[in-house]
């Protein structure tokens, strides 16, 4: 079976971190762009970051920019979030593309995704 899993979300006060994982099942993510999204509640679903296949390419969102980083190791895609602020609180989702975007219409393939709690 294909899917993607999301882990490594939790509670975390402000100004904690935390790292995310995006695990590919049933299928390589060798040949695709993965990126993040995050939904918090009453809201829609925000652009996170995006790493292309090769790792080499890389798009954040400007909320995000200078305190998250995307990298991937083989079948892992991984969102390491420092500085995190309560308005970064929302379920974290991963999904697939076959090129670096953040339009949501290019994404297949998603995962559960992953709660991120960030309250004092």
């Known amino acids: 079976q294909v899917h993607l899993v999301e882990s490594g979300g939790g509670w975390v006060q402000p100004g904690g971190s935390l790292t995310l994982a995006c695990t590919a099942s049933?299928?390589?993510?060798?040949?695709?762009?993965v990126g993040w999204f995050r939904q918090a509640p009453g809201k829609g679903r925000e652009g996170v970051s995006c790493?292309?296949?090769?790792?080499?390419s890389i798009y954040y969102g400007d909320s995000v920019k200078g305190r998250f980083t995307i990298s991937r190791d083989k079948n892992t895609v991984y969102l390491q979030m420092n500085d995190l602020a309560p308005e970064d609180s929302g379920v974290y989702y991963c999904?697939?593309?076959?090129?670096?975007?953040?339009?949501?219409?290019?994404?297949?393939?998603w995962g559960q995704g992953t709660q991120v709690t960030v309250s004092s």
């Open positions: 999904a697939t593309a076959a090129r670096l975007t953040m339009a949501i219409i290019n994404f297949g393939s």
């Open positions: 790493i292309n296949h090769s790792g080499d």
């Open positions: 049933g299928f390589t993510l060798d040949y695709y762009a």
